[in-house]
T-cell receptor, first 114, second 109 residues
Framework: DGGITQSPKYLFRKEGQNVTLSCEQN?????MYWYRQDPGQGLRLIYY???????QKGDIAEGYSVSREKKESFPLTVTSAQKNPTAFYLC?????????????FGSGTRLTVV | GQNIDQPTEMTATEGAIVQINCTYQ??????LFWYQQHAGEAPTFLSY????GLEEKGRFSSFLSRSKGYSYLLLKELQMKDSASYLC??????????FGDGTTLTVKP
């Protein structure tokens, strides 16, 4: 079955540490996205990529980095420069152009700073 | 900038009808989405409106008025499993969606 896989489901980060969240899709979607969700709030866009080897900053890119070396993979690194990283991180993919079916989301990674 | 407004919370009774409103002011508009998100889970796609009017999908319908910057999601014959957050999202630029904060719907017996 096609879908998006995010790992790990739960992640704990120490102060000053970089961590990488994995996102893999087998839907053959061109576009991939990373969103952050804080309690009681909507999704805020961190980075997005519409084609391999290219990506764009979203609304809250500071303290994060991404790569898109393969169509199937879009890992997100949360760096030590991100001062408040505790949140629920969602990866999504879509056909591009044309979003008639919206985004397909992964099951999310819950990151906590300890 | 982008601004999307939805009510924070709504409560309705099982079997009833509920309408969740969304108003938006964005620098562009390609389409409007509604997603359902159960607590602790990822959002799932419900509907997509590009043109003005009503789109019906079973118990769920979504309406769009581009001139008014307004949409609503209509849920009929409410079931307990419909208790969730409902997210309105606008695709203002190609392939990039901005989300509202979501409306938490509680369905009571």
């Amino acid at each position: 079955d096609g879908g998006i896989t995010q790992s790990p489901k739960y992640l704990f980060r120490k102060e000053g540490q970089n961590v990488t969240l994995s996102c893999e899709q087998n839907l053959n979607h061109d576009a991939m996205y990373w969103y952050r969700q804080d309690p009681g709030q909507g999704l805020r866009l961190i980075y997005y990529s519409q084609i391999v080897n290219d990506f764009q900053k979203g609304d809250i890119a500071e303290g994060y980095s991404v790569s898109r070396e393969k169509k199937e993979s879009f890992p997100l690194t949360v760096t030590s420069a991100q001062k408040n990283p505790t949140a629920f991180y969602l990866c999504a993919s879509s056909i591009f152009p044309g979003l008639d079916y919206g985004y397909t989301f992964g099951s999310g990674t819950r990151l906590t700073v300890v | 900038g982008q601004n999307i407004d939805q009510p924070t919370e709504m409560t309705a009774t099982e079997g009833a009808i509920v309408q969740i409103n969304c108003t938006y002011q964005t620098s562009g508009f390609n389409g409007l989405f509604w997603y359902q998100q159960h607590a602790g889970e990822a959002p799932t796609f419900l509907s997509y409106n590009v043109l003005d009017g009503l789109e019906e999908k079973g118990r769920f319908s979504s309406f769009l008025s581009r001139s008014k910057g307004y949409s609503y999601l209509l849920l009929k014959e409410l079931q307990m499993k419909d208790s969730a957050s409902y997210l309105c999202a606008v695709e203002a630029n190609a392939g990039k969606s901005t989300f509202g904060d979501g409306t938490t719907l509680t369905v009571k017996p």
